[in-house]
């Protein structure tokens, strides 16, 4: 019986079995890069732009409107309203306005003196209001509290007296106004001031800040101080009456810092403080 033959395979090896295992590696590899991918990207989504979305928003303010309304700028010393104001806190006469306004270090609405308010008030409205005949209704008082000190601010209307100096003004039962009767002048005030505002500044819709310098005059000389029984003191060396002029010599002044607040009620800027700053 003749002996099986080996059989013998000439040429190459069968590739079949190594391309299986060369698939089955490309195939790991592509499932374990998706795998990775989808980490980073979730990483990347998740956190990093979480993070970034984080920073972004507290470094950003979130209301650019109330930082511009913050903003404090300069105003012309001759604006119309820094004048308005300015002079709606001086138009007065005869009042002893050195004891209301410049007597202490600092000074607020409600502290203001009773005859002081009820002349500035009068002036106030005859100043703003027509009138031809020379007279001052309680109503036009009234309006002339709500410009200088806002709607919340309570002052009782005088009635029953004159109220003024030079002119003195008489109150009229039926009419229920204040007649002006130029023939009367009351002024025993022996003491001027010269004013002028050095510098003022304003937030929109909140406040205005007007820096003011002061000199009082007494017996042709000059004085930065006065007290309480208006006596002036610190009297400023080398400046004459003759041709002052305040600006020339703010440096030798003291200088009184006025705030406005804005009053939403009445859209106006009203007084608020007065305080020596210098």
Do not use: W
């Not at 979730?42 to 732009?49: A, F, H, P, T, W």
């Not at 002052?244 to 009620?265: A, E, G, P, S, W």
């Amino acid at each position: 019986m003749a002996k099986k033959k080996d059989v013998v395979t000439v040429g190459a090896p069968s590739l079949k079995p190594k391309r299986k295992h060369i698939f089955g590696k490309i195939l790991l590899t592509l499932i374990i890069g998706i795998c990775l991918g989808g980490i980073v990207m979730y990483y990347y989504l998740d956190i990093y732009m979480k993070d970034d979305k984080e920073s972004v928003n507290t470094s950003v303010p979130k209301n650019n409107t109330n930082s511009n309304e913050e903003k404090e700028v300069s105003l012309p010393n001759d604006s119309y309203v820094v004048k308005r104001l300015i002079t709606g806190m001086h138009f007065v006469d005869g009042t002893n306005i050195e004891k209301a306004l410049y007597v202490n270090e600092r000074t607020i609405a409600k502290d203001l003196p009773g005859d002081f308010l009820d002349n500035l008030l009068l002036k106030e409205a005859y100043r703003t209001e027509s009138n031809f005949n020379e007279e001052v209704k309680v109503k036009d008082l009234e309006q002339a509290r709500i410009n200088l000190f806002g709607k919340n601010y309570e002052i009782i209307i005088p009635t029953d007296k004159e109220v003024g100096s030079c002119p003195v003004f008489k109150y009229n039962t039926e009419k229920r106004s204040y007649k002006r009767d130029s023939s009367e002048c009351n002024i025993t005030n022996d003491i001027s001031i010269s004013y002028d505002v050095v510098e003022a500044r304003i937030i929109e819709n909140k406040s205005i800040t007007i820096y003011e310098a002061v000199a009082f005059i007494k017996d042709d000389k000059i004085y930065k101080k006065i007290d309480g029984s208006n006596n002036v003191s610190d009297e400023v060396k080398d400046v004459t009456t003759d041709g002052f002029n305040v600006l020339d010599n703010v440096k030798k002044l003291n200088q009184y810092k006025y705030t406005f607040t804005y009053d939403k009620d009445s859209n106006n800027y009203v007084f608020n403080s007065i305080e020596l700053v210098k």
